[in-house]
């Protein structure tokens, strides 16, 4: 995916899968993005597996930098919050196939942390983002 990002994954730090180490941000503007759920227009979760959740959490994420004029490459930092880690870890491959349906291979710099519930109760996955707008 194209971005005007420069993304910096340092010899001496394990190899960056699937996210990366530090990103340094373009001149632009900084766009910071609340957090998104798996939920439908209506406010519904709909789908019941974390993969499916992550799947729609980041169709809303995409959604919200492209009506604030940016792109998904645009992404410059994603902090994970789930309240499954167990099926985070299994689902793997099927999160990274939702991540590069969305994000093609663009890998913000990321963290992920289990937490005992989100704000919706059927909320599997939070996503909460920074973006960088280029100017």
């Known amino acids: 995916m194209d971005t ?3 993304v910096v994954n340092p010899p001496g730090l394990p190899a960056a ?3 990366a180490h ?3 941000a373009a001149p632009g503007r900084a766009v910071y993005l609340g957090g998104q759920i798996g939920c439908d227009p209506d406010g519904q979760v709909r789908a019941a597996t974390i993969d499916g959740q992550y799947d729609r959490a980041l169709s809303n994420v995409v959604i919200a930098v492209r009506a604030v004029g940016g792109r998904p490459g645009d992404l410059v930092a994603m902090t994970i919050y789930t309240t499954d ?6 689902r793997l491959p099927e999160l990274g196939r ?3 349906r969305h994000l093609g291979r663009h ?3 990321t963290a992920l942390f289990g937490v005992t519930g ?3 109760p059927a909320a599997l996955v939070e996503l909460v983002c ?3 707008v280029p100017e």
Not at 85 to 90: D, G, I, M, Q, T
């Open 130 to 132: 920074l973006a960088v």
């Open 4 to 6: 005007p990002h420069r």
């Open 22 to 24: 530090a990103v340094v």
């Open 98 to 100: 939702a991540h590069r």
């Open 107 to 109: 890998y913000p710099a």
């Open 118 to 120: 989100l704000f919706d």
């Open 17 to 19: 899968t699937g996210f």
């Open 85 to 90: 880690l167990v099926s985070y870890r299994a």
